[in-house]
């Protein structure tokens, strides 16, 4: 079975006997991929949705597969909310959550109600249309996040039914402690966010360079298929693109810091550079905003990002502009 780098049909699609991807276009902020494992006798899932809903339709359309080989372990990639907020559905005896413990102990910075109370309350202003657009589509009620179960360091062998899921600690890079999932019989790597194809990545984390070496990783496994966290199914192209990315951005803030530039400034004049560069048809261009704060941190130690709050309304106002342009 070949299947084509590109692929983005919403919901199951087979990309090695008995391993699926599930995608969820388009990709842009909280619709994300995750994946199903089937093998003898039980499943494991890689990552849960944003939503409650969304993840009752997945574990329906994988219910086929599910019924007699049940889901034993799932894995979170890393513990933004689009990757794990559907965990409760599949909790039951004897099921393992496991993620590393960098990201278990993010796990609950961000509050699926915190996200709720944020979605309720907003106006017309730029935030509001902002994080009404971001996460607008989906219903953060009634989320209570069961306990990770296993939290590894470094790496973690997992055996699904006898088929070999290898877990990678790569972060951190785009949160605290991200995970990929790696099929060395199958060839397929299911990379969370870690790979954001067709669509800016979002770096809170970093640093820069963590991201990059996690790319390398990538690269090296050479895989035959690869589920991104967001966007079509890709292989190494689409990994090195998005290494050139952040090669690209990580060369013009660290020369716009070495020139004096302020922060706000640069933002803008790096954000005019992507204007003529490949990346600029992505989606989510807004996040330059974080990534570039992001590798400022690396640079001057003494600078913290701002709050939550600050960021999204930079990146609001970044998104309100290019939309009027448009
Ligand atoms: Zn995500």
Redesign the pocket.
Known sequence: MSVTAGVFAKGLVEVADGVFAYLQPDGTW?W?NAGLIVGEGESALVDTL?DLRLTQQMLDEMAPHTSRQPIANVVNT?A?G??CYGNQLVAAPGVDFITSASAMAEMDEVPPALLAALTEGVGDDALGRYITHAFGSFDFNGIEMPDVTVGFTDRHELDAGGRQIDLLEVGPA?TGGDVLAWLPEERVLFA??IL?IEGTPIMWAGPVSGWIAALDTIIDFDPSVIVP??GPLTDLDGVRSLRGYFELVDRLTTERHAGGMALDDAIRDIDDHIDDSPFCEWSDRERIVVNVQTIWRGLEPTFTNPDVLTTFQMMADNYVAREEKA
């Open positions: 909280g994300s944003f890393h933004n689009d990757h785009h969370g966010d954001f966290g967001h």
